[in-house]
């Protein structure tokens, strides 16, 4: 875990404030907004798509982002890491944590979850480029134990590893006696599909295998934890036409995007062949009460216009930050 508190910076700030609106200050003393977010190649501008190729994230704006939205733990998807040092950590990140400091006075800890292994030739992107990781605020959340390591990676029935970026679990109390959740970042695999390009559902059923194979590690990550709030949450991406979430919902989660709202930033009317996705979501327990009032958002810029669209894109990510609120309580189990 990496808590750092250092200088001041005194950038400016070039993205418009007013592209996001702001609900950091509706939030109740007896709630906590939890969110993800996938950060298009974080650390790694090169392999951006357009317009953000080759424009570098900066902390100043990352922070104004996330800050607007109100979230007080973050899943993050598509990290770089400094996998030369141990437990592994993120300049990107480190660089985040001074600018919450800095402009917000806001302490952040975050946890970072390596991939698979890869051998030593292998390319640097590939090895250190799109981790998974969380991060939350120090004065809201505390970590309780170790990251649980779900063994679900390994099997190649598809020709591909499951979970190459491997399934973790944090567990989070928000207060002595008070809720605590056990959280799992996901990035399920891609639509890319070069290995079988003429199978059109290769994909997906690759994704539905990789739940399954979660679902059936569930009783020993209750176990483990002691505890039956769990949420997965990321970019699953998942599909508008897929039944793949069902995996999960018939484990006894609520998937708070079933209404298949575009989670990805595309311009224009989709005559280009692009339109938004629903990619990125988050399962809830069906039976836990913290959550009987959660509600999906997307934090898409203000006014949605083709510009605001493309500079979010360049300054940020060509996906948007998702939330939803978890009601703080007596613990119940």
Known sequence: MKTIVLFTL?????????????????????????????????GFPDKRARPGKDNPQRPEDLAEYIHSTGVDVLALEEIGVDADKSPWTSRELELLQRAFQDKYQER???????????????EDFVKRGQHLA?????????????????????????????????????????????????????????????????????TQRQRA??????????????EHFKDDDIVLLG??????DEDTANVLTEAAFVD????????TAVWGDGSNGYRTAPFDRIFI????????????QVHRTSSGTDDEIKLFRRKLSDHYLISSVIKIQSDDD
Do not use: M
């Open 235 to 240: 970019d699953t991406n998942i599909l508008g």
């Open 256 to 263: 708070l995007n079933r209404d298949e709202q575009g989670t």
């Open 209 to 222: 295998a990789e739940l399954k194979a979660f679902v059936a590690q569930l009783p020993k990550l209750k």
């Open 108 to 122: 952040w800890s975050y946890v970072i979850f390596p991939k698979t292994s890869y051998p030593e030739d292998t």
């Open 10 to 42: 005194t950038i400016g700030l070039i993205l418009i404030p007013e592209c996001f609106p702001t609900i950091a200050a509706q939030a109740q003393a007896d709630e906590v907004r939890i969110g993800a977010w996938n950060i298009e190649w974080l």
């Open 134 to 202: 969380i991060a939350w605020k120090s004065d809201k959340a505390t970590q309780i134990g170790g990251v649980f390591d779900i063994p679900v990676g390994g099997d190649e029935t598809y020709g591909i590893k499951f979970f190459e970026r491997r399934a973790n679990a944090v567990k989070l109390s928000f207060g002595e006696g008070k809720t605590d959740v056990v959280f799992i970042p996901v990035h399920l695999k891609s639509n890319r599909n070069q290995d079988n390009p003429a199978d059109k559902t290769f």
């Open 285 to 296: 327990p069906q039976t836990q009460i913290e959550f009987a009032e959660s509600r999906f």
